[in-house]
C-alpha cells in the first residue's frame, strides 16, 4: 500500500512513516470501535453494457465478484475491493462453453461457495433455439471464486430434462436445495426447488412453490424467476422477480419459509405485494434479477440488480448494474426500498480500504495514536508525529 499525505509528504514524514511501519493499523476515516467507515463513493451503473443483466455479486475476503448474463458463449467474471472499482475492472474469462456444455448466450450465472468450492450455476442452449436452455454447473479447483473451473455437466431438473432457468442454491437446515424458474404444466412460469445430492446434482425433480397468480406478477406475461435466498435471525426468505422482463413493470416479490419441509409449496407464504419495483420518479424501470451480498465488515446487506434507465428498453442489453444498501423492518422483514437515480451518489460499503483514494487514519498499535500532519502544513517539508486521533484532516492519508 502506498500512503500519499493530502498536503505534500517530507522526507521526515517518510521517515516517520518506516519508523512505525510495523506496529501500525490502518482505520478507515470515520471509524471507531463501534464500526467501520463507508467505502468510496460511486453512482449507479456500477457496471456498464452490454454484461451487465441477471448479475451476482458476491464478496469474499474483503473482494468482490461479478458475473452477469453475456451474450457469446463466455462467462466473464470482474474482480474489486470496492464497489466504485468495478466500473473499471476488467473482466476475466473464466469459462468458455464448447458446443457440449451450450453455446451462444450464458444467461444469469450464479456464484456460489459450498465446502471450500465455488460452483458457477448458467443456463444456455446446446444449439439456438429457445426451448431447449437447461441447466450448467461448473466447479472451482480450490476455494477461489476466480477459479479455474470444471464443467460438471447438466443438472436434471425437469421431467424429459426440460427448459429450465435462472438456477441458485438454498441452504437449509443442513442440506442443500436448488431454487429455478420452469414452466409448468399450466403455462404457467414458476418458481420451482428441487433437493441436491450434492453441489453439482440433484436427486429429484423440482416442485412448484410459486406460481405468478397475482396482477403485478402478470405484466406482460406471467412470469416468477430469478429467485434467490436471504437469510437473517433464523428466517429464510426467497426473493424472486415477476412479471416480463421485458416491461417497465418487472419488479421483486418475495416468499418466506415457515417450517417443515422446503419442497412443498405449503412451507412457503408469499407476501401480497411486490417488496421493489419501477421509481418513475428516479428514471429506474424493471428492476429486478438480483443477488444479495453483505459488506466487508459484515455489518450491512446490499442488493445488486439490473435495470433500465427508461420504459421502453425492454429485456436486453441496455439493462445495467446497480447496487444500493437494503435496511430492516421492525417486523424482521427486508426493506429494499425505492431504487436509486443514476445521479445518486452513494457512500460505498462499510469496512471497504481498498482502492485509490481511500482515506484512512494510521495508528500505532503500542501507542494507540495517530500520524498526524502536526502543524497543519500544506506544502512539502510538513512535520509529521503521533498524536491523538482526531476527527479534523490533519491525521487523514490517502491511499494511492
Not at 434467490?228 to 413493470?249: E, I, M, V
Request: aromatic share 10%.
Amino acid at each position: 500500500m502506498m500512503l500519499v499525505h493530502r498536503r505534500g509528504a517530507s522526507r521526515r514524514a517518510l521517515s516517520l512513516v518506516a519508523a512505525v511501519i510495523v506496529a501500525l493499523s490502518v482505520i478507515a476515516v470515520g471509524q471507531d470501535q463501534a464500526g467501520a467507515a463507508p467505502g468510496p463513493s460511486f453512482t449507479n451503473p456500477v457496471v456498464p453494457t452490454p454484461n451487465s443483466a441477471d448479475p451476482t455479486l458476491v464478496q469474499y475476503n474483503g473482494q468482490y465478484y461479478y458475473v452477469a448474463t453475456t451474450w457469446t458463449s463466455d462467462i466473464l467474471m470482474r474482480r474489486s475491493s470496492t464497489i466504485a472499482g468495478l466500473r473499471g475492472a476488467t473482466e476475466q474469462r473464466v469459462f468458455r462453453a464448447s458446443q457440449n456444455e451450450g453455446c451462444c448466450t450464458m444467461w444469469a450465472p450464479h456464484l456460489e461457495q459450498i465446502n471450500n468450492r465455488w460452483y458457477i450455476y448458467y443456463s444456455v442452449e446446446p444449439r439456438a433455439g429457445y426451448g431447449s436452455r437447461r441447466t450448467h454447473v461448473l466447479e472451482s479447483a480450490a476455494n477461489d471464486p476466480a477459479g479455474p473451473y470444471t464443467y460438471r455437466g447438466v443438472l436434471n431438473l425437469m421431467p424429459n430434462n426440460g427448459w429450465a432457468i435462472d438456477g441458485a442454491v438454498l441452504k437449509l437446515n443442513g442440506a442443500l436445495y436448488f431454487h429455478y424458474s420452469a414452466f409448468h404444466a399450466d403455462g404457467l412460469q414458476s418458481i420451482y426447488i428441487a433437493p441436491m445430492s450434492s453441489p453439482t446434482s440433484v436427486s429429484a425433480h423440482g416442485t412448484r412453490i410459486s406460481a405468478p397468480t397475482l396482477a403485478w406478477e402478470r405484466q406482460g406475461q406471467p412470469v416468477n424467476e430469478g429467485s434467490f435466498a436471504l437469510h437473517r435471525d433464523g428466517r429464510t426468505f426467497l426473493t424472486y422477480s415477476a412479471s416480463y422482463c421485458g416491461t417497465a413493470d418487472y419488479k421483486l416479490g418475495m416468499l418466506e419459509y415457515r417450517g417443515g419441509d422446503p419442497l412443498a409449496a405449503s412451507s412457503w407464504t408469499k407476501f401480497a405485494n411486490p417488496i421493489f419495483q419501477r421509481s418513475n420518479g428516479n428514471g429506474v424501470y424493471g428492476p429486478g434479477h438480483h443477488s444479495f451480498f453483505t459488506s466487508p465488515d459484515g455489518t450491512e446487506t446490499w442488493i445488486a440488480y439490473h435495470a433500465n434507465s427508461s420504459a421502453s428498453q425492454g429485456c436486453g442489453t441496455t439493462r445495467t448494474t446497480r447496487v444500493q444498501k437494503i435496511s430492516w423492518n421492525a417486523d424482521g422483514t427486508p426493506n429494499l426500498g425505492v431504487p436509486v437515480s443514476t445521479s445518486t451518489v452513494l457512500a460505498g460499503p462499510s469496512g471497504e480500504t481498498g482502492g485509490s483514494g481511500t482515506r484512512v487514519r494510521i495508528r500505532n498499535q503500542h501507542s494507540k495514536l495517530c500520524l498526524d500532519d502536526y502543524n497543519f502544513v500544506t506544502t512539502p517539508g510538513a512535520e509529521v508525529r503521533q498524536w491523538t486521533c482526531a476527527g479534523a484532516a490533519n491525521p487523514q492519508w490517502v491511499v494511492g
